[in-house]
């Protein structure tokens, strides 16, 4: 058994990215190109994604007037495709908040480098060269936490490449299956397996 840990100490971390899965979100804008942008506030339940958005951003324009979208998870091989478009947004004018720092691109498929992918039942495109995308629509937004939208998405529709399927299943691998994972601004691969819990904890939720 592992010694507990002693010596803790306090801190306020400017971020609490602890580490979650990149993805790419693709929604509709009003002319009806896509708009892609790279976020990684995500959780799920079941077939429903739990998504936070920048409330003064594009995509949360987006979902909302449209709603919606694919989320493409990228493998670590295409983290600079998703660096590329970080500090952009699809909203012109940029808003007086992020115009220090960001900059409007109105085709980000092109300036990620990546290709976009017609989806079978939503509008929004998938990400062609990502090996796990889902198709959703938002069933609720909600606005005003903080600086943030909260989305609550249904996914309608599951792409993986059959790489990462377990043969004669509808499973996804995850021994194949490569997420990255942005962890306190940095990106990483998975690394070990050091276990796995009975197939029959479905969503993982705490008893």
């Known amino acids: 058994m592992t010694e507990p840990r002693s010596g803790h100490v306090a801190i306020r971390p400017s971020i609490l990215y602890v580490g979650t899965p990149v993805m790419l979100i693709a929604t509709r804008n009003p002319d009806g190109s896509a708009n892609l942008a ?106 005003g936490l903080g600086d943030y939208h909260l989305v609550e998405a249904e996914v309608v529709r599951v792409h993986a490449i059959p790489e990462i399927v377990v043969p004669g299943t509808e499973h996804v691998d995850p021994r194949a299956w490569r997420p990255t994972i942005y962890s306190f601004r940095h990106y990483y691969g998975l690394g070990q397996e050091h276990g796995h819990r009975p197939a029959s904890d479905v969503a993982g939720r705490p008893a």
């Open 38 to 143: 790279a976020a990684s506030s995500y959780w799920a339940l079941g077939r429903m994604l739990v998504i936070g958005l920048e409330a003064d951003g594009q995509t949360a324009a987006n979902v909302t007037a449209h709603p919606e979208l694919t989320v493409s998870f990228p493998q670590p091989e295409l983290w600079p495709a998703v660096e590329a478009i970080a500090d952009t947004t699809g909203s012109d004018p940029v808003p007086a908040a992020k115009a220090s720092r960001y900059r409007h691109v109105a085709d980000k498929f092109a300036a990620a480098g990546l290709t976009a992918q017609e989806s079978e039942i939503v509008v929004p495109p998938r990400v062609a060269e990502c090996a796990l995308q889902l198709e959703a629509v938002a069933r609720r937004i909600t606005p």
